[in-house]
């Protein structure tokens, strides 16, 4: 490491640069960083940051950055004895559905949290502070603790504020503060780095958080309005956000119809506001407490002050009665129509950049739950799903969800009115890691400039790749984690969003909307299948569907998966006994592409050929159909009561892990005939009367000869027909 700082300082941009400690150039702060290393009086975690940018081949703008981080962590931590935090410090020790036994790693969360947030974090957004923290209701109460708070600056400094940062006594200096300066507030900070956050996925230690006075002492995430961190320096700016975003992942968790969160760091003296939307996370920049102490009071008593709207919370489901309830209009006629939601949502998704789709079950008044309602965050440039219900429904198609109820609430764009996102800076993370997610095999740095001495690092740039729609393109996009529905495994391949790579229209952010819709009849997800004679009867079934939605409708489902596929009464569908859910993504066959930045298709059930980048048809969501079926046999079927002890690992991991490429060539692999009854061991003992359907339609499917056949026939009724008569044909010797 001496050695990469002797050829930083010898190179012509360290005399150019000017020093970060009040020397003469930034060269002369490199000569005290090699003095200190030399001497083993530095701490080795803040070398981290630049060792990872060399060994990465970063830019040279990067590897200087991440000098100048060096620099400024180090002015600032006495000595190696000095604890540092870092997310490091916030152990994981539960699973999500994706991260299962030694899947479960820190880094592979991070890697999730990491893939949402990457092409779509803004730094320094103009507006935000006034947008946010001025010119509200309480904005005099704030101007009142403004007044009392002077006493406690000597016009340069807070005067109790701790010199060296440590957490507990920055946490100490705070608190005093709430106690003198906040006791009217409606809300409180809270401590809770000695309790972990209760309902979720992962045991987290938030430094603060804020919530209503007077809630109980056991904290959950349904409960905080407020996210806080607070750090020595920010010298990894990096990991402090990815801590941030794993906690509002887990916040959006708790509260799945949430709009948005807001969220803050202190480094030290210097704080950074934030707010977290499915769209990504945007902040103000930093700023120093000391030279702004205004700003830091308005922002301290914002978010202690803030009401429901302001702070992001859902204010569409009205509490009445200890009942949850909403109101929509109707489909026909738009009467206004109250419905009771039961408390407890039958999905929810835990990601931040998403559709954030969440569905309740929901009932007329002194009816049964016969509805569901379904929250979603849906691109602006898509057509509406209850448009898309209501033309199936015009068509006279069976077996797809029926409308009955339906609003828009609201939009990103809305609440980012009076944000100046053009003079913004679109965050680049320094790439630290080599890891195989599809995202980063998808994405290449840019092409930097040459500063000769740190070529000898080997920073040698590479062309960026674009990034374009599946609809017009062959191109590859990445995934977007769905988590994408709950589940991590189920991630939802996407477009970065807000990311400057893409071109399909002048907007910095992808806008998306928020759109309500009731439908009918309610069902259990398929995933709650209770007999293999069940699940096949309701995958026929919802393949009948598909069917006629599209031969009849003329409409393509295009994200086949198992949440988007329900068990449903015969006798309440049409006799139907599973039925289609979720038309946010579909298309009208022969439609242009929409605009939109997000892709279609859920990871693991995604077809072959839609890895390959070949535009999206039938086909594909046929294969996906078949991928339900046999994800559901050896992956859910170990759920059911008296199946047998589950086995430790599945070689259907390599559906939704790894890059593009190695799922593709797994999931190849896997439908060679060898290779798929070594899938087929894994059910259980009690589905081996599903075995022989899943042979059939794999040979149905792919035709294997010299390879898989993962061509769209123009006949349709070449698959339809044969498929059909192939679940029927299962159902058959199951009854038998």
């Not at 819709?517 to 069902?523: F, M, Q, T, V």
Request: hydrophobic share 35%; proline share 4%.
């Amino acid at each position: 490491m001496n050695r990469i700082l002797g050829i930083l300082w010898a190179s012509p941009v360290a005399i150019g640069l000017a020093s970060r400690t009040g020397g003469d150039a930034l060269a002369s702060d490199l000569t005290t960083i090699r003095i200190r290393l030399s001497r083993g009086s530095i701490n080795h975690d803040l070398l981290r940051l630049l060792s990872q940018a060399v060994v990465n081949k970063a830019s040279d703008a990067e590897i200087w950055t991440a000098v100048i981080d060096l620099i400024v962590a180090a002015s600032s931590v006495p000595s190696t004895s000095s604890r540092i935090l870092s997310r490091e410090d916030t152990p994981v020790t539960t699973s999500s559905a994706l991260l299962q036994g030694s899947e479960q790693t820190r880094a592979r969360v991070e890697e999730l949290v990491l893939d949402k947030v990457r092409y779509c974090t803004y730094e320094s957004v103009g507006g935000f502070h006034a947008k946010y923290f001025t010119g509200k209701n309480w904005s005099r109460q704030a101007e009142q603790v403004w007044r009392a708070a002077k006493k406690k600056h000597n016009g340069a400094q807070w005067t109790e504020f701790p010199v060296i940062p440590e957490q507990n006594d920055v946490l100490k200096w705070l608190f005093g503060l709430q106690k003198d300066l906040l006791g009217k507030a409606r809300c409180a900070y809270f401590q809770s780095t000695l309790t972990y956050m209760t309902n979720a996925e992962s045991k987290r230690r938030v430094d603060l958080i804020v919530k209503a006075k007077g809630a109980d002492t056991q904290h959950e995430w349904k409960d905080v309005a407020v996210i806080g961190e607070l750090k020595k320096s920010n010298y990894d700016w990096r990991g402090t956000l990815l801590q941030l975003s794993c906690y509002v992942r887990d916040l959006f968790a708790g509260q799945p119809t949430r709009r948005f969160v807001h969220a803050f760091v202190m480094y030290g003296a210097e704080m950074e506001t934030w707010v977290f939307d499915r769209s990504g996370p945007y902040s103000a920049g930093r700023f120093n407490i000391h030279k702004e102490p205004e700003r830091f009071i308005q922002a301290l008593c914002g978010y202690v002050m803030m009401s429901d709207e302001e702070l992001g919370l859902d204010t569409f489901i009205n509490q009445q009665d200890g009942k949850m309830c909403v109101t929509l209009s109707e489909s026909r006629g738009g009467k206004k129509w109250k419905l009771e939601l039961d408390p407890d949502p039958i999905v929810h998704q835990r990601a931040i950049v998403c559709r954030g789709t969440t569905c309740y079950r929901a009932k007329a008044t002194h009816r049964d739950f016969d509805y569901v309602v379904k929250f979603s965050w849906v691109s602006d440039k898509r057509p509406s799903e209850a448009k898309m219900l209501e033309e199936a429904q015009k068509q006279g198609i069976k077996g797809v969800a029926r409308l009955v109820g339906y609003c828009e609430l609201t939009s990103v764009a809305d609440l980012r009115k009076g944000l100046d996102f053009e003079a913004s800076k679109l965050h680049r993370f320094h790439v630290t890691s080599t890891s195989n997610s599809p995202m980063q095999s998808r994405h290449s740095r840019r092409t930097s400039s040459s500063v000769s001495k740190v070529q000898i690092l080997g920073s040698h740039g590479q062309q960026k790749r674009k990034w374009v729609e599946v609809d017009s393109s062959s191109k590859r996009s990445r995934p977007n984690s769905s988590e994408d529905i709950g589940d991590g495994a189920n991630r939802a391949a996407q477009e970065p969003s807000g990311s400057s790579l893409m071109n399909h229209n002048n907007n910095p952010f992808s806008n998306r909307v928020l759109r309500v819709l009731a439908i009918s009849p309610a069902g259990r997800s398929i995933r709650q299948f209770m007999s293999p004679a069940e699940l096949v009867a309701a995958l026929r079934d919802a393949i009948r569907a598909h069917q006629s939605l599209y031969l009849e409708g003329k409409i393509l489902h295009r994200d086949i998966s198992e949440n988007n596929i329900i068990i449903t009464d015969p006798k309440k569908a049409d006799g139907f006994h599973g039925m289609l859910i979720d038309l946010d993504l579909a298309k009208i066959v022969g439609a242009g592409p929409s605009g939109a930045r997000h892709r279609t298709g859920t990871m693991q059930f995604m077809a072959i050929g839609v890895l390959k980048g070949e535009i999206h048809t039938y086909r594909h969501d046929l294969e996906s159909f078949f991928y339900v079926l046999v994800w559901l046999s050896v992956r859910r079927a170990w759920d059911l009561p008296g199946v047998g002890k589950r086995p430790a690992a599945s070689r259907l991991t390599g559906w939704y892990t790894g890059s593009y490429y190695n799922m593709l060539t797994t999931k190849k692999g896997q439908m060679d005939e060898n290779g798929f009854e070594d899938i087929l061991t894994e059910m259980p003992p009690a589905f081996e009367v599903v075995k022989p359907l899943c042979r059939t339609l794999r040979e149905i499917l792919f035709k294997y000869r010299d390879g898989p056949y993962t061509g769209t026939p123009d006949e349709p009724d070449d698959f339809y027909v044969p498929m059909l008569e192939a679940f029927n044909e299962a159902l058959r010797a199951i009854e038998v």
